[in-house]
């Protein structure tokens, strides 16, 4: 289904879909696997911060609250960077609801943050060792500079299935999923266009005084 092909893949480049990833060795054979991407017109220093203060639990998902608000997640997407809601080491929570989450299990800074996990009855989402849970899930997101000071944000999901049932779960939803990452990845991205070109502005002022 054409639909279904383009939001898998939804603003990646061919090479980008080619691309192995950091996150991909822990679900070295998905069954089901989407890469996406958008340009963002600052340097990877300037996103990272967006990225490692993602999760309900952290600065949100800058996607549509009211949305994922109607489902009772109390999710509040930041509009600044706020240090006390970074992730700062591999086997912090980012929770996706509350009581349920993923764990950070790839931390590059400025380049890669790998949230795994797997999620049981109910989609509540729990951590990479949980062995109950009928799929494994990673969550990738890679910053790729590019010539001129932008950066390519690719964001890549991988699943497993543990169960014969597990596609059930997962494949009903994935259009939702692509909606909420589509938005998302906007969201991030002006978030940092915008600070980085307030942190320029604050910058030249100050050399101009001097």
């Not at 997407?77 to 992730?87: D, H, M």
């Not at 509350?98 to 380049?111: C, E, F, K, T, Y």
């Not at 969550?139 to 169960?163: C, I």
């Amino acid at each position: 289904m054409a639909l279904r092909r383009a939001s898998l893949r939804w603003g990646a480049s061919e090479d980008e879909l080619r691309m192995a990833l950091p996150g991909d060795e822990l679900v070295p054979v998905p069954d089901l696997a989407a890469t996406r991407a958008i340009t963002v017109a600052a340097p990877p220093a300037a996103v990272w911060p967006w990225l490692t203060q993602l999760g309900q639990n952290r600065g949100g998902f800058y996607s549509y609250d009211w949305l994922e608000n109607l489902m009772g997640l109390g999710i509040h997407s930041a509009n600044v960077i706020r240090p006390e809601l970074q992730v700062h080491a591999v086997g912090d929570a980012v929770n996706l609801a509350p009581g349920g989450g993923l764990s950070v299990v790839r931390l590059d800074p400025d380049s890669a943050l790998v949230l795994g996990g797997g999620a049981g009855p109910g989609g509540v989402v729990s951590g990479p060792d949980d062995g109950g849970a009928p799929f494994d899930f990673t969550w990738s997101f890679v910053l790729l500079p590019q010539a001129g000071g932008s950066t390519r944000l690719v964001v890549r999901e991988r699943y497993a299935y543990r169960t014969v049932w597990a596609g059930v779960m997962v494949e009903p939803v994935e259009m939702a999923s692509f909606l909420m990452t589509e938005r998302m990845l906007r969201g991030i991205r002006d978030r940092a266009e915008r600070n980085h070109r307030e942190r320029n502005h604050r910058e030249r002022n100050q050399a101009e005084r001097t």
